[in-house]
């Protein structure tokens, strides 16, 4: 039945997080293989928008992305999966032309689904596949042969959460905690390295819970990746600081292809709002996973976090806390999200709601502080010499992640996939030029 897919021109688009990256890399191969053709931009005979509805603004991009592709060619096949589809009506998804609507756990199906509907000569139904993800515990079988959309392989090994903090409603859209199989996730790595690929990065909703439900450690998983031939580079997606322990940062410290970067969410940097959040650690929790963290992989690790303002109850002494937290920490990268209400979360109910004009111009702040940080982490790199991975290469210059994730550009033409040696001479505009 998959032949009905050999020639067809297939779109996949993925919003948001690393994981919905991951996904539709998977997709991407799992439909080559089955003999479609990825397209980035009409004519295409399907679509698939790998959704995200973290916030209000990601939900209606969501909408306004189904509604192009629906433009863009009518008489497609369009599929809408992740987040934003786990959750959606289906009668909105089906105004917005939506012909599968595919829940968090069933992506695998995809593939089927679309020769389904190419090997029917009736008129498309509108179908709708999500299970009920609090209750479902199975593995989504995804498999990336190797990657289509991106120069790195971002393999997903960790899906769900139980954490439930009050402003996140993720935990409802993605489910219980699973962890993916060893033997799946070897056999996946294994299979990018032979297609060429040396960089691999570890996503996970949340990716510190694989070990508590899964077969082995996720240091474990790190010390396995590791000793396969080939590859070059490891890194993590996002690691919630309490998912940190010595055994892990030991086999991150002990593993040499392991890149220097964590991306620790503080969120803020206040006891007070961090209780309201339901984050489950304190200002001092915090400092300790990161004083571990450079304990073990040193001083010159890059530490990036988010930081959420705005939250219902934020003074100005709790803001002024997370700056002064931002500033003690000494963060590199810093990704900023103002608070946004979401229905079915506990913090939607919350008295001391922020005034939008208050939210904007702390966000301000908060980049402002955050450019100044990673100006002053990356300044000790200049006139050092590191490797970078090319990964874009044009005609006069070339440019690639450094180990500790900062983009750097050399004035020359290189291969993709190529490592080479850089001592950059300045930076600017977070990256650096050799």
């Not at 930081?307 to 931002?326: Q, R």
């Not at 001592?423 to 990256?431: F, H, L, N, T, V």
């Amino acid at each position: 039945m998959i032949s009905q897919l050999k020639g067809k021109k297939i779109c996949i688009i993925a919003m948001g997080c690393r994981s919905n990256q991951s996904e539709a890399d998977s997709l991407a191969s799992m439909l080559q293989a089955a003999g479609a053709d990825i397209v980035s931009e009409p004519p295409f005979d399907g679509a698939v928008l790998v959704t995200c509805t973290v916030t209000a603004v990601a939900d209606k991009k969501s909408r306004q992305l189904l509604r192009r592709l629906r433009r863009q060619a009518p008489q497609a096949v369009i599929v809408a999966t992740g987040c934003w589809a786990q959750q959606a009506e289906s009668h909105l998804a089906q105004v917005l032309g939506v012909d599968f609507l595919v829940g968090n756990r069933q992506k695998w199906q995809i593939p089927s689904l679309f020769s389904m509907a190419f090997s029917s000569n009736q008129p498309m139904a509108f179908t709708d596949m999500r299970s009920d993800v609090l209750r479902d515990a199975q593995w989504d079988h995804l498999f990336q042969y190797h990657p289509l959309l991106h120069s790195r392989a971002f393999v997903k090994i960790q899906d769900g959460c139980n954490h439930f903090c009050t402003y996140c409603i993720i935990p409802f859209v993605r489910g219980n905690p699973v962890s993916r199989p060893l033997n799946d996730l070897l056999k996946e790595v294994c299979s990018i390295v032979d297609s060429g690929c040396s960089e691999i990065v570890l996503t996970g909703v949340h990716l510190g819970l694989y070990g508590k439900y899964g077969e082995v450690s996720l240091g474990e998983v790190v010390r396995q990746i590791g000793a396969i031939s080939g590859v070059k580079r490891i890194r993590f997606g996002s690691l919630e600081p309490f998912g940190i322990d010595d055994e892990l940062l030991s086999s991150l410290a002990e593993t040499p292809q392991f890149c220097p970067h964590l991306h620790l969410p503080l969120q803020s940097g206040d006891d007070g709002v961090l209780e309201k959040m339901a984050r489950g650690y304190s200002v001092n929790d915090y400092m300790t996973s990161v004083k571990k963290v450079r304990r073990f992989l040193g001083d010159n690790v890059h530490i990036s976090t988010d930081i959420l303002v705005g939250f219902p109850g934020e003074d100005e002494k709790a803001f002024a806390n997370t700056l002064a937290l931002m500033e003690n920490v000494k963060f590199g990268k810093v990704h900023v999200f103002p608070y946004s209400r979401r229905k079915g979360t506990k913090a939607a109910s919350l008295g001391g709601q922020i005034q939008h004009e208050i939210i904007q111009e702390r966000v301000h702040r908060v980049l402002e502080t955050g450019e100044k940080l990673l100006n002053e982490y990356c300044s000790q790199w200049i006139g050092k010499t590191f490797p970078i991975l090319i990964e874009e290469a044009g005609e006069n210059e070339s440019s690639g992640l450094a180990p500790f994730f900062v983009k750097a550009v050399v004035p020359r033409k290189m291969s993709v996939g190529q490592i080479i040696e850089v001592s950059p001479r300045k930076y600017a505009s977070e990256q650096f030029y050799a």
